[in-house]
């Protein structure tokens, strides 16, 4: 984590009020309380000064570290000179849906100058989830990780003698701000100017070359630590290794996996994964690396994006000789196949206590097929009749179900449904399979074409779809090569899902339905279908209220691959959503929360 340097005065009382944690009576929970003031910073990268945004003087910002069970209580106050909302990315937020910090869904943005407190219980989690702003492209420096401790202390794996996160991230030097204004503009051609892990760039970059611009993980030979590997990137899902050791992943999104070892970990946005190092080799100096992968050509190019840090065993010094120190192996970056293979090596690993909450549901109420894409819509009003392939005369847009989402930015669509007012703001219309059946990964659809043009018309619209209380859902995302071919890493607010089975090419439900896995299947709340392939998963809808739905990747947002669900209350009061807590605010007139 970087330390960003800056006046201690300016906080005060609030850094050193990060950690205050009070227990409860009886001593099996507590509530954890920390303030996050989020501010301007100047940092210099690159020989370059950029202002970026942060939470308490730090980037990557600080973590909530908390036990099984216990409330959490943040306190943001917003010294922006603009809204922002904080993402739990991962909490269930069972009967909390007014906490998720979902900007413009859950919540309109924190007013600059304004305050707001997050209260939410978390039970029935436990690993690594992360937070991060959720309105505008903030969320590429206000981030930070969120740890679920075992309340007995007790892993199904050995106990490692430390755990750190490793936070991958993008350094812009482009204004976060001003970044969201292009792309909402259309315009997609600014990209980051390195990868960073833990706020660090590394010594590959201009200006860098420095162990201080490295993190830097300090090791004792003989003991194990568990890495908390998380993707805040914005733009690109990540390969991660470390010369001379191997893994063994034992978690993702906040729950356990059966052990798997391996050699690297790949880590879409929006993901977490935990992984044991066993720190075994001769005592000296190793580079971690963290690899942006991407597709290759015809799609859109962005620059390789990578950075390195360092492994420091105690009692290693620098080579007299300055021979290099060991570098792993990374695949090619346009090389996506270890990413499927990785994840189709992961399974879920209930606990005794953990089994009813990972039994997957036996039937199915509901069943959709999401196919995930681009499209375009025409310019200048509700026409339909304009030329297409990437023509002036249109819009690209990202869909599902070639429905692109319409995001708000003038008030909260939970506010609307718990006071039944959606009249105007948003239908409950969302398609349950795309429009016409077509061959979804075929790759000549990628450049404009006459083939393509038919299937880009798309319409722009706030359509959501609603789900009565405890009905089983089952969804199968169909990643498809309209215009594009990446992958895209779902992540379902309130839920975690079950991943059932991923495969290439075209979803076929009388030949895939037989790779289902209902014995051990990962339980995530970030689900990363593959490039040119899909995802099935399931759920229970037992969390009422409005969830959002969406890829990941921030280019993909802001062009309309979103949704929202809304589950209804079921019939009592402990299986419906409550009214609106003391400390919520409401949308006031100007798009904002009251003050």
Wanted: a negative charge; glycine letters at 8%; hydrophobic letters at 35%.
């Amino acid at each position: 984590m970087e330390k960003l340097s800056t006046a201690a005065s300016l906080f005060g009382v609030v850094v050193a009020a990060t950690a205050l944690a009070m227990a409860v009576v009886g001593g099996e929970a507590a509530v954890v309380e920390q303030t996050f003031m989020v501010h301007e910073m100047n940092v210099t990268h690159l020989c370059n000064t950029t202002k970026i945004y942060v939470v308490n003087g730090r980037f990557p910002g600080p973590t909530v570290d908390v036990t099984e069970g216990d409330t959490v209580v943040v306190h943001v106050i917003n010294r922006l000179p603009h809204g922002l909302t904080i993402h739990w990315h991962g909490v269930r937020q069972m009967r909390s849906c007014w906490a998720d910090g979902a900007g413009y869904v859950t919540e309109c943005p924190i007013h600059p100058g304004g305050e707001k407190t997050y209260r939410f219980n978390v039970t029935g989690q436990v690993g690594t989830l992360w937070w991060h702003a959720h309105v505008t492209c903030l969320r590429a420096t206000i981030n930070g990780a969120f740890i679920i401790r075992p309340r007995d202390g007790k892993y199904p794996f050995p106990t490692p003698a430390k755990d750190v996160p490793i936070i991958i991230g993008e350094w812009w030097e482009l204004d976060l701000i001003e970044l969201d204004r292009r792309m909402l503009d259309g315009n997609f051609d600014d990209n980051p100017l390195s990868a960073t892990i833990n706020g660090k760039l590394g010594d590959l970059s201009n200006c860098s070359g420095t162990v201080e611009e490295s993190f830097v993980l300090d090791v004792k030979r003989g003991e194990s630590y568990l890495l908390r590997v998380i993707n805040t990137a914005l733009f690109s899902e990540y390969y991660f290794k470390v010369a001379g050791h191997t893994f063994t992943v034992v978690g993702a999104d906040g729950n356990y996996l059966t052990p798997y070892k391996t050699d690297m970990v790949t880590v879409a946005p929006g993901e977490a994964i935990d992984v044991l190092m066993f720190a075994d080799a001769p005592p000296a100096y190793y580079h971690m690396v963290a690899l942006a992968n991407q597709p290759p050509p015809p799609d859109l190019q962005i620059p390789q994006l990578t950075s390195r840090g360092l492994v420091r065993y105690a009692g290693a010094a620098m080579d007299s000789n300055n021979l290099p120190m060991p570098m792993p192996v990374m695949p090619d970056q346009h090389n996506t196949m270890p990413s499927y293979y990785f994840r189709r090596n992961l399974t879920g690993l209930a606990l005794p206590e953990q089994q009813q909450r990972h039994r997957v549901p036996a039937h199915v109420d509901e069943r959709l097929l999401i196919t995930l894409g681009l499209g375009s819509i025409c310019r200048g009003g509700n026409t339909t009749t304009c030329k297409r392939g990437r023509s002036p005369e249109t819009v690209v847009v990202a869909t599902m179900n070639n429905v692109s989402f319409h995001h708000t930015n003038a008030t909260a669509l939970l506010e609307h449904y718990y006071d039944g007012t959606p009249e105007g703001v948003y239908t409950e219309d969302f398609p349950v399979r795309p429009p016409r059946p077509f061959n979804y990964t075929d790759r000549e659809l990628i450049p404009a074409g006459p083939l393509e043009a038919v299937l880009e018309p798309t319409a722009k619209a706030m359509r959501l779809r609603r789900f009565r209380y405890n009905a089983s859902v089952e969804i199968v995302f169909q990643s498809t090569t309209l215009l594009q071919s990446d992958s895209n890493p779902m992540h379902l607010h309130g839920y975690d899902v079950f991943v059932l089975a991923q495969g290439l090419g075209n979803f076929d439900p009388k030949r895939d339905v037989e790779k289902f896995n209902y014995h051990n299947p990962q339980l995530r709340n970030t689900v990363q279908v593959p490039r040119g392939g899909w995802a099935a998963v399931r759920f229970l809808t037992d969390n009422p209220g409005m969830w959002y739905l969406h890829c990941h990747f921030e280019f993909h947002i802001i062009m309309g691959m979103a949704t929202a669900f809304i589950v209804e209350d079921g019939p009592t009061p402990e299986s419906s959503l409550p009214p609106p807590p003391p400390e919520f605010k409401r949308c006031g007139t100007n798009g904002l929360s009251q003050p």
